[in-house]
């Protein structure tokens, strides 16, 4: 997730790219650079300063050429390589002729390096980007203009991409291109413009067209020529745009949650982007343990705070499932100050989206000073958890500005299943085909979230039905358990009603007591086993009064004759089923919080990343 902006023909090109660079801080903002063309020279400024990235920039171009008009700026969420200023793009090739932006993943960029190292380059960064830089310079050798050599570099790329190129020979034009991530253009008097997202143009132009996959985009001062692959000119799709700068940063959704919630197909995707071969073999090249370590592990402890916890007991189902090693979940706080049992073949797994909420992070040190090998799942690079794990897995969701969590929570169970998958295939605890068919499943969650976010209509009225409810009791088994906890906190901390999750197994433990006319139950009914007992635990809170919500999959007609009223996801299969399960649980919170007028994002009392006890 990060956001690019490019313009030629603009006297005022450098305000240009800082001021559409600050309206895209919210798509990442660990550092931000730009590079301009000057006098036969590219002229390039790369930052890292965390969120004050691109007021640091503004200061350290103070000097830059004022008569550049044709220039290029990023501002980065990193996916691949620290946020250092190395890594901060522009990158250039070898004779700093080019410089080159980009969004989005490359999944084969270590083959590419291979080859471009072969053949002379020499590459600096520990990005997936500059690969590109580079390919793009050995395809001019051969080829007559820049156009053509990104066209040729495109054909050897797998991944996402949308890109912005600059070259000395051709000082006026920028070459763009689209493979999945988001890319726009306009044009306004002299000056066009391309960006990936809106908001950084708006102050120039509501007039754009919108970039589809597999086009190339030649932007000269006043003039736009987009066509495909083969070199064939296309009519892009216009597009006017109403929104306020702050609409468009939340894509036109009322809020960042909503948001949030929406990009979930795209964060399963850009997840799984490049960590399964062709092959079917899984890569997570960060994790820095050795075959061999993994091998040994007799144990695994997992530690993580509030949803990650959540994501923790759906790592511990799969682990032990494919892995069979035992897994113990604890959270954070209580973890760091027990008395563990820790040894050098205990693989212990933080889990934080932020990678800084300070008991995690505790916790980890006092398992790694117990001698444990300790991974952190974490959706910021280089976080503190990061920087101090032996390796990392990386979800790539993108900042997360809402302070109820939604799309890391998926992005971790994703990548922890993925984990799971790696740890049993070197295990030899399952087939291959076995293997083949969960990562299969794992990809096929894309869609099965998609449907599900179509769905949000048919939550909404539920959630108005509801709307004079007070307490709420979430029932789930086995996988529905975790997604009953995860559904019962995003109720409670944005709506501030009670809310609580059980296994449905303790209900005659204690909680049947409190159920009475009034009380809603939600029941998390989808595949599996536990499937029967949990329709069985619904029967007898419908005896003692309560209204039931069943969450049921797409035909189950025993669970829709229960149930007061139904969330419908599709039929997966039941391994996978809580990252599609939690989302009508999100859209069912959010609703009823916008019902009663409370603001979704900043819930009261909440700070987004924990960091004091
Ligand atoms: O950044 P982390 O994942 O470590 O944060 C952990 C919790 O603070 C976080 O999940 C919190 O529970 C969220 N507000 C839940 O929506």
């Given at each position: 997730?990060?956001?690019?902006?490019?313009?030629?023909?603009?006297?005022?090109?450098?305000?240009?790219?800082?001021?559409?660079?600050?309206?895209?801080?919210?798509?990442?903002?660990?550092?931000?650079?730009?590079?301009?063309i000057d006098n036969q020279e590219i002229y390039r400024v790369r930052v890292a300063d965390g969120t004050h990235s691109v007021a640091t920039l503004r200061s350290s171009t103070a000097n830059a050429p004022s008569v550049a008009s044709t220039g290029i700026g990023h501002t980065r969420w990193a996916t691949h390589g620290k946020p250092n200023e190395g890594n901060a793009h522009p990158h250039v090739?070898?004779?700093?002729?080019?410089?080159?932006?980009?969004?989005?993943?490359?999944?084969?960029?270590?083959e590419l390096a291979t080859t471009l190292v072969g053949q002379g380059h020499t590459i600096i960064s520990a990005t997936d980007t500059e690969v590109l830089a580079h390919l793009i310079e050995e395809c001019l050798k051969s080829a007559a203009t820049l156009p053509e050599a990104v066209r040729a570099a495109l054909t050897m790329v797998r991944g996402a991409f949308a890109i912005g190129v600059i070259?000395?020979?051709?000082?006026?034009?920028?070459?763009?291109?689209?493979?999945?991530?988001?890319?726009?253009?306009?044009?306004?008097?002299?000056?066009?413009?391309?960006?990936?997202?809106?908001?950084?143009?708006?102050?120039?132009?509501?007039?754009?067209?919108?970039?589809?996959?597999?086009?190339?985009?030649?932007?000269?001062?006043?003039?736009?020529?987009?066509?495909?692959?083969?070199?064939?000119?296309?009519?892009?799709?216009?597009?006017?745009?109403?929104?306020?700068?702050?609409?468009?940063?939340?894509?036109?959704?009322?809020?960042?949650?909503?948001?949030?919630?929406?990009?979930?197909?795209?964060?399963?995707?850009?997840?799984?982007?490049?960590?399964?071969?062709?092959?079917?073999?899984?890569?997570?090249?960060?994790?820095?343990?050795?075959?061999?370590?993994?091998?040994?592990?007799?144990?695994?402890?997992?530690?993580?705070?509030?949803?990650?916890?959540?994501?923790?007991?759906?790592?511990?189902?799969?682990?032990?499932?494919?892995?069979?090693?035992?897994?113990?979940?604890?959270?954070?706080?209580?973890?760091?100050?027990?008395?563990?049992?820790?040894?050098?073949?205990?693989?212990?797994?933080?889990?934080?989206?932020?990678?800084?909420?300070?008991?995690?992070?505790?916790?980890?040190?006092?398992?790694?000073?117990?001698?444990?090998?300790?991974?952190?799942?974490?959706?910021?690079?280089?976080?503190?958890?990061?920087?101090?794990?032996?390796?990392?897995?990386?979800?790539?969701?993108?900042?997360?500005?809402?302070?109820?969590?939604?799309?890391?929570?998926?992005?971790?169970?994703?990548?922890?299943?993925?984990?799971?998958?790696?740890?049993?295939?070197?295990?030899?605890?399952?087939?291959?085909?076995?293997?083949?068919?969960?990562?299969?499943?794992?990809?096929?969650?894309?869609?099965?979230?998609?449907?599900?976010?179509?769905?949000?209509?048919?939550?909404?009225?539920?959630?108005?039905?509801?709307?004079?409810?007070?307490?709420?009791?979430?029932?789930?088994?086995?996988?529905?358990?975790?997604?009953?906890?995860?559904?019962?906190?995003?109720?409670?901390?944005?709506?501030?009603?009670?809310?609580?999750?059980?296994?449905?197994?303790?209900?005659?433990?204690?909680?049947?007591?409190?159920?009475?006319?009034?009380?809603?139950?939600?029941?998390?009914?989808?595949?599996?086993?536990?499937?029967?007992?949990?329709?069985?635990?619904?029967?007898?809170?419908?005896?003692?009064?309560?209204?039931?919500?069943?969450?049921?999959?797409?035909?189950?007609?025993?669970?829709?004759?229960?149930?007061?009223?139904?969330?419908?996801v599709p039929a997966t299969s039941p391994i996978v089923s809580p990252i599609k399960d939690i989302v009508p649980l999100q859209q069912l919170a959010y609703h009823l919080a916008v019902a009663r007028g409370l603001d979704v994002d900043r819930p009261r009392n909440l700070a987004k990343t924990v960091t004091v006890e």
């Amino acid at each position: 997730m990060c956001g690019i902006i490019g313009v030629t023909g603009a006297a005022d090109a450098l305000d240009i790219l800082l001021d559409g660079l600050e309206r895209l801080e919210y798509r990442g903002y660990d550092s931000a650079g730009i590079a301009l063309i000057d006098n036969q020279e590219i002229y390039r400024v790369r930052v890292a300063d965390g969120t004050h990235s691109v007021a640091t920039l503004r200061s350290s171009t103070a000097n830059a050429p004022s008569v550049a008009s044709t220039g290029i700026g990023h501002t980065r969420w990193a996916t691949h390589g620290k946020p250092n200023e190395g890594n901060a793009h522009p990158h250039v090739d070898c004779a700093g002729h080019l410089a080159l932006i980009h969004n989005g993943i490359i999944e084969n960029y270590q083959e590419l390096a291979t080859t471009l190292v072969g053949q002379g380059h020499t590459i600096i960064s520990a990005t997936d980007t500059e690969v590109l830089a580079h390919l793009i310079e050995e395809c001019l050798k051969s080829a007559a203009t820049l156009p053509e050599a990104v066209r040729a570099a495109l054909t050897m790329v797998r991944g996402a991409f949308a890109i912005g190129v600059i070259e000395l020979s051709d000082p006026e034009l920028i070459v763009a291109a689209r493979k999945i991530s988001p890319l726009i253009v306009g044009i306004s008097g002299d000056a066009s413009f391309l960006a990936s997202d809106i908001p950084a143009l708006l102050e120039r132009t509501r007039d754009l067209m919108v970039i589809e996959d597999d086009q190339i985009v030649e932007l000269r001062p006043g003039s736009i020529v987009v066509s495909d692959l083969d070199g064939k000119v296309v009519t892009p799709k216009p597009l006017h745009v109403m929104w306020d700068v702050e609409a468009a940063q939340k894509d036109g959704f009322d809020d960042f949650m909503t948001k949030e919630i929406n990009e979930q197909p795209r964060v399963i995707a850009d997840t799984l982007r490049g960590r399964i071969t062709d092959q079917g073999a899984i890569i997570l090249d960060q994790l820095n343990l050795s075959d061999d370590v993994l091998r040994s592990i007799t144990n695994v402890t997992i530690v993580a705070c509030g949803s990650s916890y959540h994501s923790g007991l759906v790592a511990k189902l799969a682990i032990e499932r494919a892995a069979r090693v035992a897994v113990e979940v604890d959270i954070a706080s209580e973890y760091r100050y027990r008395d563990p049992v820790v040894s050098a073949t205990t693989l212990v797994i933080g889990i934080s989206q932020s990678g800084e909420t300070i008991d995690t992070l505790q916790a980890l040190r006092k398992a790694k000073a117990l001698g444990g090998h300790v991974v952190v799942v974490s959706n910021v690079v280089d976080s503190s958890m990061a920087r101090e794990a032996d390796g990392v897995l990386y979800t790539r969701a993108g900042p997360e500005i809402s302070v109820a969590s939604t799309k890391a929570v998926v992005a971790q169970m994703v990548v922890l299943e993925l984990f799971a998958l790696h740890f049993a295939t070197l295990r030899g605890t399952m087939t291959p085909d076995n293997v083949a068919q969960e990562i299969s499943d794992l990809v096929g969650l894309e869609d099965a979230v998609a449907t599900t976010l179509a769905r949000d209509p048919a939550v909404a009225a539920v959630a108005k039905e509801l709307i004079d409810a007070r307490d709420f009791f979430f029932l789930g088994r086995h996988a529905g358990f975790p997604t009953a906890l995860e559904g019962a906190l995003k109720l409670k901390e944005i709506s501030y009603l009670h809310a609580e999750g059980y296994a449905g197994g303790e209900l005659k433990h204690g909680p049947l007591a409190v159920i009475e006319p009034g009380c809603i139950v939600v029941a998390i009914a989808t595949g599996g086993e536990m499937r029967e007992k949990i329709l069985s635990n619904v029967s007898e809170v419908k005896a003692r009064g309560a209204t039931v919500v069943m969450l049921a999959e797409d035909g189950d007609s025993n669970a829709a004759s229960l149930a007061d009223y139904l969330l419908l996801v599709p039929a997966t299969s039941p391994i996978v089923s809580p990252i599609k399960d939690i989302v009508p649980l999100q859209q069912l919170a959010y609703h009823l919080a916008v019902a009663r007028g409370l603001d979704v994002d900043r819930p009261r009392n909440l700070a987004k990343t924990v960091t004091v006890e």
